[in-house]
Each structure stands twice: as structure tokens, then as C-alpha cells.
């Protein structure tokens, strides 16, 4: 059975940062792409960055230089460092292995004074 369970979102002021885990489960997880999506209220789900087996990274336009996506295969973990951020970036984040149905149950992201 894959599980994909999120933590680490929560309030926070914009200019700051967050630190988002996705533990996976169930899953060859050391050659499985991995993707961070986010939907906001109101907008559909968007792709938020990527992160191949080898390593190989891919962000939507909107984060690059702002979020960093990285995995750890040892610990079937793959992280979003979100930095410097913006109202615009409050979201429920979800964790997926990339172009599959398998979705974590999504993490709040408030970035809010």
C-alpha cells in the first residue's frame, strides 16, 4: 500500500520560511520521481517543482530561486525548502509520485502578517 505522508506546513510571515517532508511508503522510492504540487483557494492544482531519480530538478516559474526541492533515499523523504515567502504562496501542498495517482493528504501553507 503507498502512503505518502506530508508535514511541516503551517503560519508563517511572509519573508519567512518553511520546510515541507513528504515520508513515502510502499513505493521503490530511490527510483521514483517525485513532484510537490499546491492548489490555492479557489485555482487549480499546479506543479510546484520535480525532482528525478538521479537528482535532476524542475520548478514552475513562479519558485525558481525561491523554493528548492531535494530528496533523501535513505530516509524514502523528499523535502520543499520554501524561502522568502509571499501571501501568494499560501496553498494546501501535496507530495506525488510524478504523473502517478498516488497523492499525500496535502499540507496547509499560510503565509500571513
Known amino acids: 500500500q503507498v502512503q505518502l505522508v506530508e508535514s511541516g506546513g503551517g503560519l508563517v510571515q511572509p519573508g519567512g520560511s518553511l520546510r515541507l517532508s513528504c515520508a513515502a511508503s510502499?513505493?521503490?522510492?530511490?527510483?521514483?520521481?517525485m513532484a510537490w504540487y499546491r492548489q490555492a483557494p479557489g485555482k487549480q492544482r499546479e506543479l510546484v517543482a520535480v525532482?528525478?531519480?538521479?537528482?535532476?530538478?524542475n520548478y514552475a516559474g513562479s519558485v525558481k530561486g525561491q523554493f528548492t526541492i531535494s530528496r533523501d533515499n535513505a530516509k524514502n523523504t523528499v523535502y520543499l525548502q520554501m524561502n522568502s515567502l509571499k501571501p501568494e504562496d499560501t496553498a494546501v501542498y501535496y507530495c506525488n509520485v510524478h504523473q502517478s495517482d498516488y497523492w499525500g493528504q496535502g499540507t496547509q501553507v499560510t503565509v500571513s502578517s
Open positions: 510502499g513505493i521503490f522510492f530511490s527510483i521514483s520521481t
Open positions: 525532482i528525478t531519480k538521479g537528482g535532476s530538478t
